[in-house]
């Protein structure tokens, strides 16, 4: 105690009686401090590997944490596959992507059981039948039964169930979804006539249009919209899985006509450079609607853990 006060009352002493003397000591310490790291930094490459080593944690740290929805990682990297005809691992990656495809209906399955699966199959089939019904008399529409017993629970056993919305999706009338799904289903049609005749401009407006067209309706927003589109147009339209939305766009997620017409326009381009890859050119077999599901497919094994799945889509 007595050496630690004797030391303080000299440090006192000196610095009031030669306040030059401290300045220049702290100006030396500063200095030799100063220098010392200087010369260990710049001849020391240990020190500049362990920083460039923490950037690069802390980058792949920010980037998990920008998933909100869990296994989104597993479809971002499905989508960073090489697919050019210049790839050296083109066949493999390829392969990863119709794989990831062929297990789509064993995801669902896992997703919701039976009934989800039902569903799925239920969605294809009255879409099948819109078709038919176009095709026959170039005109088709959606029923008030098929968009609440069919396309919403469909939706909300594949994401998450908005339960708030179904009085607003009771509150419509017949024949409100009867005109709403028409108008829908003819700006689908037109969009399939641009994409044939390579009019993109035209395609991504009769894209909106359709949207547009369902979203009258109420309770029904684009993610709605697209997964009846999606169903009747799949060469257009792609499904507005969470996601996807989380794979595909930048910012942050959500559900607006701007969100789904850039998270689309990724869909497609994805979708014609897997065609061109395989060979089949940009109407070859993958559609828009393929690759939201392929993603989702491998987005949904990640979250449930399926190491064996995932092992066979990236080998």
Known sequence: IYLAILSRYSHAFISSTYPSIMTINRRS????????????????????????????????????SHWSRPGVEAAARLVSLPISSSSSTLDKNLKSWNTALSHYESMIKAKGNTKLYNLDQQRRLIAQQWRE??????????????????II???FGKGKPRNALKPLLQSNKEGDVTRASMLAFNFAESSIANNTNNNEDGDVNHVQDAIKALCQLSGVGPATASAVLSAY??????????????????????????????VNGRCVDIAEGLNGASGGGSSGGWTPADVAKA?????????????VGLCKVFG
């Open 153 to 155: 629970p469909w939706k």
């Open 295 to 307: 993603l989702w497919t491998v987005a949904t094994m990640s979250a449930r853990n399926d190491e």
């Open 233 to 262: 147009c799949p060469q257009s339209f792609a499904f507005m899985d969470d996601e996807v939305i989380e794979c595909l766009y930048e910012a942050k997620r959500g559900y607006t006509l701007k969100i789904y017409l850039a």
């Open 29 to 64: 310490s500063k200095r030799i401090s100063t220098t010392s790291l200087k010369t260990s930094a710049g001849s020391s490459n240990d020190k500049q590997q362990l920083r460039s080593t923490k950037k690069q944690k802390l980058s792949t740290t920010k980037k998990k």
């Open 133 to 150: 019904d176009y095709v026959r008399n170039e005109e088709c529409n959606m029923t008030k039964d098929q968009l609440l017993n069919v």
